[in-house]
């Protein structure tokens, strides 16, 4: 009779009967397989006949002193051998994740919090971590925390949307940046004194896409103070505006950290406003619904000492 004839699938067969059979047909020898799985002779015997029961074939047969397999024996044993390397190389996986001599994080933040805040801490767990990689995914903060939401990245670094509510989110602080509006040193009207906003809302206004956290809260400064907000210059990039206020095309909204090194070389000029300019906290999202891989959660840890 065939082997197909004879093998039926059971589908409740205890997955250990798998393992004892493994090891007794590696060795050939009930004795060594007991051995090797700390248990007794007759316990491996009972385990094979169980099987055997099961599956409803002979899976060895005595040849003299020496056991065999049977055809049926070997095929189950080929496809046993492979699922047990498979495990061996899943095991081996997990421990090197586990020391993290391998794994990858993924983290969503802006190309401006990864230039001026998070590069930081990516350099100092790289030293750390050395063969764990980072991949990081530059989108805006909306488009990280959906990213998040989604589970395409483990954690991500935003800024934090006042109005809106983070469900199935943690939100942990990070640092707080203070907003500020830049000109050119040409503009002498406005850096001489402390100025209006309705005076600043004269000139032309350079400011980052619509939808970004930092655009919502320049918006809504405005509604707070009873003006519209008609930007002459809409940008992707802190670093395009940036650029356009150093050519004079007009008032730029940016955070001041982008900015120091400008100002302080005397390439632009900050602006003194009466009104108090809203600060944009950051934070460290992660999601309530997906654990955090080793890597990530040792990523996180480094970025925790920041809030120490």
Do not use: W
């Not at 020898?29 to 002779?41: C, G, I, R």
């Amino acid at each position: 009779m065939s082997f197909d004839t004879h093998f039926h699938y059971q589908a409740n067969v205890n997955f250990e009967l798998y393992k004892i059979f493994y090891y007794a047909a590696s060795a050939l020898n009930f004795s060594k397989a007991a051995e090797k799985l700390h248990v007794t002779q007759s316990a491996v015997s009972q385990a094979i006949k169980s099987l055997e029961g099961q599956l409803g074939v002979n899976l060895f047969y005595r040849q003299g002193r020496t056991i065999r397999l049977t055809f049926e024996g070997e095929m189950l044993y080929e496809h046993v051998e492979k699922a047990f390397n498979f495990i061996r190389s899943a095991e081996n996986t997990l421990s090197s994740i586990k020391s993290l001599d391998e794994g990858t994080i993924f983290i969503g933040a802006s190309d401006t919090i990864s230039r001026y805040h998070l590069m930081p801490y990516i350099k100092a767990f790289h030293s750390q971590y050395p063969r764990v990689k980072i991949a990081v995914n530059n989108r805006p903060s909306p488009k990280s925390v959906a990213l998040l939401k989604t589970g395409q990245i483990d954690i991500a670094i935003i800024n934090i949307n006042p109005d809106q509510t983070y469900e199935g989110i943690d939100v942990r602080h990070f640092i707080t940046n203070e907003n500020i509006f830049i000109c050119h040193p040409d503009t002498a009207e406005l850096i001489s004194r402390s100025v209006k906003l309705s005076e600043i809302n004269e000139h032309p206004v350079i400011c980052l896409e619509e939808h970004s956290t930092t655009r919502i809260i320049l918006e809504k400064f405005y509604e707070a103070h009873g003006l519209a907000l008609t930007p002459s210059f809409e940008f992707g990039s802190i670093e395009v505006i940036l650029e356009a206020v150093k050519a004079n095309m007009g008032v730029g909204f940016v955070n001041s950290t982008v900015a120091t090194d400008e100002i302080a070389n005397g390439r632009l000029c900050r602006i003194k406003t009466i009104e108090r300019i809203p600060e944009t906290e950051i934070g460290i999202i992660t999601s309530n619904n997906k654990p955090l891989s080793i890597a990530a959660q040792k990523f996180l840890a480094v970025l925790s000492k920041s809030m120490d």
